[in-house]
């Protein structure tokens, strides 16, 4: 009974993204979160070592300057050679949940893409 609540609970975490039909890593090339993101959320691989680095960068959307600052993260999953990631399978549940998709939108689903993928930061070193 607990291993069907543990698999239901793993489907209700993972968003639909368009990744592997789009060949994306816009996502996570760099992760980018809000600027306070807590420290004890950075997803840790079998060993509780943290699998994000921080880059010492704070990012700015240009359609957003005055209200979003980001915070971005270097994935240690992150394959730079094949631009995926290199255990997309077992990702962490804050990555399954992370999606440039809202199923609520009544945009396509490439419309909602290519307005994220195309969104442009403005890049401030700390």
Request: with cysteine; charged share 40%; aromatic share 8%.
């Amino acid at each position: 009974m607990e291993s069907i609540e543990k698999d239901k609970k793993e489907k209700e975490d993972f968003n639909f993204g368009p990744c592997l039909e789009k060949n994306c890593s816009y996502c996570c090339n760099p992760v980018k979160v809000e600027r306070f993101f807590p420290e004890d959320e950075i997803p840790v691989d079998e060993n509780g070592e943290k699998i994000w680095e921080e880059r010492q960068e704070i990012l700015i959307p240009e359609n957003e300057i005055d209200i979003t600052k980001v915070k971005s993260y270097d994935c240690k999953n992150f394959n730079k050679k094949t631009g995926k990631c290199s255990d997309y399978e077992k990702r962490p549940a804050i990555c399954r949940r992370a999606s440039c998709i809202s199923k609520d939108s009544k945009e396509s689903v490439d419309e909602q893409h290519k307005k994220a993928t195309r969104g442009k930061f403005i890049v401030i070193k700390t």
